[in-house]
């Protein structure tokens, strides 16, 4: 009889030990060691991608002009180099290359930043930051400014001006439409995301088709497809404060999310005030996304895959998931801007057209990675 | 720490499911909730634990309405293993045990080397040591309830509710987490399917039908044969066990009903 009970013990060491072998047990380590090499190689990367995607362009500048200007324009480094560039160069770099360079990072940011939140809000793995309609709702604002000269009282601001508006709209209905007895209930969140895009789409159809001119079409669907061509100085700021609050915000509140991720009765019982979290977790996530639309239009696929490709290197846990989003999404959108000024120069492409059709192959060769199972059942 | 429960009702969507609950778990006792499904044993502990707020009633925890308190200082004092188990996304084993530490921490904390000790110390209990670096995706179901029933230790709560906890797992881990549970000397109120088990630890049974509490008392008092089948419509002969000292059940279903046995063929070996 104890004999049999020690070939048991020894059987199920020999199985524990095959366990190992097949690589569950250090799966989790990888993940924290993959973390890790992320975080002190992507700012790197980041810094190497902003400066190659200065250089490139009509006008190739070397990287050490590039960032002689740059230093230039700061106050107290302007006397640490020489001035052995053209006015020509100057104003390329700073005044086009450079805020668009920037802007794409700051949103390709907050729209991998906005993803990891919203995934997490709704505890869906098809959530992208537009799910919630805010994408439909700045795109009637948008052509309504495009197509028929609306709010030219705000001159230069009307477009981001009218873009925003309609992303809060939008907003604002969903979260109505999706409060059941003063709790947010996730489905109804979604289904009223849906709902009211169907609703903002066509209404944005209907404005695009009862236009006066061919050329304001055109300049409609661009915006509508996202695209970084009004990147100044100006659009700035705006854009980089609000990732800047939106990232501190999530950080401080990870644990939270991770909550969140394992259910509403779990995150209630671990001490989480779930109603309240929720509605702060939609109205940030929803600013955030406004502010993004009314700058750069509705780029697609970032917010949804970076998020994805994040949980598959390194996990679900958000304190970890954040920062690293952010520095992909920042990455990514800069070389997707690359690719829309150059690959069909000297016209542009519309940035959404590239992040799709390089993010869509890549998603799918994730699609059939098995080890990942995108939050779903396995 | 004492629960009281005290004229309770709840509904689910304009539908009243439990009403008029009286129920009271003394400090440091076992209190099981058994009745048949749809009895409304679940919805009678989320509103215990604060998810689903009755129409009416007072539940308080140690002389404090749950409903007044917040949910992080309820998450201090009481731990839940729900039935709530999907995991979609992919944490390790640690890293939801962790999760545990949760209600004592405030926004910007991080984890100390405490955390980790009593995350390990957990793991230990329900022997899954092992298991700390695996992904949770990884995991049979049983492993999985168990993963859960150690975040809930974590938690050093000095109320533990527990719903079905002994569903997904195999006999042999039944009766450890029951053991464990046993020794942890907290108040513990635990709905429970299986009748022996129930017997076996509850100090006090409280029984449930179409919503409300039968009856109540030690497992002697309130499972009888004739409780039992007005309440689970079975037949059962109940017994004091020789080894346990503990009321064991058996259960007769219409095929093992004595007379029907005889009835059968004999087998020709």
């Not at chain 1, 959530?127 to 197509?147: E, K, N, Q, R, W």
């Not at chain 1, 639309?293 to 598959?312: D, E, N, Q, T, W």
């Not at chain 1, 590239?354 to 059939?368: D, E, S």
């Not at chain 2, 009895?39 to 539940?59: A, E, M, N, Q, W």
């Amino acid at each position: 009889m104890s004999n049999l009970a020690a070939e048991n013990k020894s059987e199920e060491k020999v199985i524990k030990l095959d366990v190992e072998r097949d690589g569950h047990g250090d799966h989790t380590r990888r993940h924290a060691d993959r973390f890790k090499i992320l975080l002190f190689v992507l700012p790197f990367l980041l810094l190497i991608s902003m400066t190659l995607s200065v250089m490139l362009g009509p006008v190739s500048i070397p990287a050490l002009t590039v960032w002689k200007i740059a230093l230039s324009h700061f106050p107290l480094l302007e006397n640490l180099t020489t001035k052995d560039w053209s006015t020509a160069q100057s104003n390329i770099v700073w005044e086009i290359r450079f805020p668009r360079v920037l802007l794409g990072a700051t949103v390709g940011a907050g729209l991998a930043l906005v993803g990891a939140g919203i995934q997490a809000l709704v505890r869906n793995s098809l959530a992208d930051p537009y799910i919630l309609g805010v994408s439909s709702g700045a795109s009637v604002g948008a052509t309504l400014v495009i197509l028929f000269g609306a709010f030219s009282l705000f001159g230069e601001y009307a477009l981001s001006l009218a873009a925003f508006l309609g992303a809060l709209l939008s907003v604002i209905l969903v979260f109505l439409l999706s409060q059941v007895g003063g709790r947010i209930s996730t489905i109804r969140l979604l289904l009223a995301g849906i709902a009211i895009s169907m609703i903002l789409s066509a209404a944005t159809n209907f404005i695009v088709i009862s236009a006066p001119e061919g050329e304001g079409i055109r300049n409609a669907m661009f915006w509508m497809m996202g695209s970084l061509v009004g990147a100044n100085w100006n659009s700035l700021p705006m854009a980089v404060i609000a990732v800047t609050i939106t990232f501190i915000y999530l950080v401080s509140q990870s644990r939270a999310l991770n909550l969140l991720m394992m259910g509403e009765e779990t995150a209630a019982t671990l001490g989480l005030n779930i109603d309240l979290f929720r509605k702060i977790l939609i109205v940030i996530t929803a600013l955030l996304t406004g502010v993004l639309v009314a700058v750069s239009g509705a780029i697609g696929f970032v917010g949804l895959m970076i998020p994805h490709i994040v949980r598959l290197l390194i996990g679900s846990d958000h304190k970890k998931v954040l920062p690293i989003s952010l520095l992909m999404g920042a990455i990514f959108m800069i070389w997707a801007d690359v690719g829309a000024r150059l690959v069909v120069a000297p016209e542009e492409l519309p940035i959404g057209i590239v992040t799709a059709l390089c993010g869509g192959p890549f998603f799918i060769w994730l699609l059939r990675k098995s080890s990942y199972s995108f939050g779903g059942n396995s | 720490m004492q629960i009281n429960v005290e004229g309770v009702s709840s509904s689910i969507q304009e539908k009243r499911i439990i009403s008029d609950i009286y129920l009271q778990a003394k400090s440091g006792r076992f209190v099981g909730i058994v009745g048949p499904n749809g009895s409304g044993k679940s919805t009678l502990l989320k509103s215990i634990y604060r998810f689903h707020k009755p129409d009416c009633g007072v539940i308080t925890l140690e002389d404090n309405d749950i409903y007044k308190l917040s949910a992080k200082t309820t998450s201090q004092k009481m731990a839940v293993v729900s039935q709530e188990t999907n995991n979609l996304f992919d944490f390790s084993v640690r890293e939801i045990v962790l999760m545990g530490r949760a209600p004592h921490k405030k926004m910007w904390a991080t984890d100390t080397v405490d955390d980790e000790r009593i995350t390990v110390e957990a793991l230990q209990k329900v022997g899954l040591i092992d298991y700390g670096e695996r992904s949770i995706t990884t995991l049979s179901g049983g492993e999985k309830q168990r993963v859960m029933v150690a975040r809930a230790l974590a938690q050093q709560a000095e109320v533990l509710i527990l719903d079905e906890p002994t569903n997904h797992l195999d006999i042999h881990h039944q009766l450890q987490l029951m053991d464990l549970v046993k020794t942890l000397n907290i108040t513990v109120i635990a709905a429970l399917h299986d009748l022996n088990i129930a017997s076996s630890y509850c100090d006090q049974i409280y029984v449930m039908n179409e919503g409300e509490i039968v009856t109540s008392g030690t497992p002697e008092e309130v499972l009888t044969e004739s409780t039992l089948q007005e309440v689970f419509r079975v037949n059962t002969n109940i017994i004091k066990h020789p080894i346990t000292g503990k009321i064991h059940i058996t259960f007769l279903s219409d095929a093992m009903q004595p007379s029907n046995l005889d009835e059968r063929e004999p087998l020709n070996v």
